[in-house]
């Protein structure tokens, strides 16, 4: 059997939508009655200071020319659902925050668009092959499914594109077990078993802007106008990896999950419809911050100048969670005042499977993880523990104190203005538009 999956040009409002959607076989499936569910990427929102959204979220734009494409059709039933994962709970959630921010409220006005919160929602669990999982019981409900992503990379999963996304509607239990310890059923493992469990009836790849070592704005975000459309995931995805320049048998739970549903890993069944050459259409995206020579030290710390300190590569095994609290441990030792000096011989260890190397002077545990693997681990000789799933901040300072780390006195005020670095990236670039990320 072969696959259709579209491949056009983003140049126009709607129109270039219209085109991916139609040559992806149309919205044929869906009658007046359906009740249709669209699934963007909103993995995050800053309220109140400036970030790059490029990349990082669906765009506003595409989602209303979905909605627009959808009510042409008849369709009145129509809800976007996402599920942000909340590390320091506000008076809004996140998501209403991406609301509030995005003017999706403008859909609801509209075009009657609702919206809802995975992490509300009712979980059923949902077995594939030897994996189970607990899954938002709207989206098991709806008629009609449209999945949304970003076409971009991920610093743990090398890109992340229509199977990824749905890990947004599982439970937080489920996605922490989706970070497993256990090499032989590790993240790729669980990843693989989405299609089996969820099935979109439509997914749409949105590559107006895509990211270099996604998935958050840290990145390097590029205008690449592509829309990739394909009633079929695993075809959408071997696509989607093959225009950021990985053959996609390379990106291992894309190749899992061809295998597990007995497809081809390559291209060879499926058929590519539109203008766009899918192989040379833009440069390879790099997805991971590489390592120094000797592997005991990001680069980015080594060209800073850091030294004194071992950090491992964030692995696979690391959740969201504590992925959250890694940016502060980060710029921490990037902003520390006593960063021109030597640290004190420190080895920071995160995730599930890191083990201390001997003859460190001092450790530091982040997260409940390291600290119930590590806590008593005889080659330590100073350990520091920041505990807790989620990890607190506070407990992190606590934490650079004892270590000798010296954080400047206004820290948790300067973290908050970090993504406006990250948006000067951008400005003077008229091809970066906050427009796209906003409904007119
Ligand atoms: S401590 Fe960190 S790695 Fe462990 S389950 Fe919690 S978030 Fe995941």
Sequence with gaps: MMYDVAVVNYERPLESLRKAVDLAGGLGGVSRDSKVFIKP?????????????????????????IVI??????????????????????????????????????????????????LKGSFARVTAGDVTLSVNRDLLDADYVINMPVLKTHTQ??????????????????????????????????????????????????????????????????RSNIIVASKDLISADKVGATILGFAPETIPYIALAAKDNGRPTDLSDVNIRGEVDIKTALKPHKWEFEQNESGDLPLFFERAGIKGLTYPQADKTMCTYCSALIYYVIWGILMAENR???????????????????????????????????????????????????????????????????????????????????????????EFDEA?????
């Excluded at 309220?47 to 765009?59: A, I, M, S």
């Design 41 to 65: 990427n909103f993995c995050l929102w800053h309220e109140g200071v400036d970030f790059p959204k490029y990349g990082v979220l669906t765009t506003a734009r595409m989602i209303e020319d």
């Design 436 to 440: 796209f990320y906003r409904i007119q």
């Design 340 to 430: 021109d000096r030597p640290f004190d011989d420190i080895e920071i260890l995160h995730g599930k499977v890191y083990e201390p190397t001997e003859g460190h002077k001092h450790t530091l545990l982040v997260g409940q993880c390291q600290v119930k693997k590590n806590g008593e681990n005889q080659l330590i000789n100073h350990c520091v523990k920041v505990k807790g799933c989620p990890p607190s901040k506070r407990d992190l300072l606590e934490a650079y104190r004892e270590l000798g780390i010296e954080l400047p006195d206004n820290f948790m005020d300067l973290m908050v203005k970090i993504p406006d670095i990250f948006v000067r990236r951008y400005v003077d670039q008229p």
């Design 157 to 222: 999963a090398m890109v992340s594109f229509g199977i990824k996304n749905l890990k947004g509607v599982l439970n937080i239990a489920s996605r922490k077990k989706c970070h497993n310890a256990d090499r032989s059923i590790d993240l790729d493992y669980h990843l693989a078993k989405l299609p089996g469990m969820l099935s979109p009836s439509l997914t749409i790849l949105d590559g107006i802007y895509t990211l270099e070592r996604g998935p958050l704005y840290t990145g390097r975000a590029h």
């Design 69 to 118: 494409l959808l009510r042409e059709h008849g369709v009145k039933d129509i809800t976007i659902l996402e599920g942000v994962i909340e590390i320091e709970r506000g008076p809004e959630s996140v998501l209403q925050l991406v609301a509030k921010g995005m003017g999706l409220d403008i859909l609801a006005e509209r075009y009657g668009v609702k919206m809802i919160d995975v």
